[in-house]
């Protein structure tokens, strides 16, 4: 995992975002050009080596890379330590004050909650 590379992390975030993303979702825009996206990319702490994935990770405090990829379609991506870990259709409050505050769930957690009720 690319934990602590922010530059690796955005591009294969926007790379996939932009061509593979509609395959698995067809609710996200197909090739939309990067003027169409918005990015946001921080630094978050998980509490194991697993960044939020699940499963066998080393019980130590991580440092990694947290990237989000909006669309003007009010669409969603997050990633983290530069693997996909979700995406939401139309998110909601609860989202975007996680986002504000760069404390994003992990693929293994309730990010259910962060679509519009």
Partial sequence: MNYRKPLENIHAALAHARYELHDKFPWWPKDLLLNELDVHCFAQCWSSTSCGFGGVGGQAFTTADTVVVTNE???????????????INRPGKIFYEDLASHSM???RDDWNQ???A
């Fill in 114 to 116: 962060y679509g519009d």
């Fill in 105 to 107: 769930k992990g693929y």
């Fill in 73 to 87: 379609q009010r669409s969603a991506a997050v990633y983290i330590a530069g693997r996909f870990a979700y995406a």
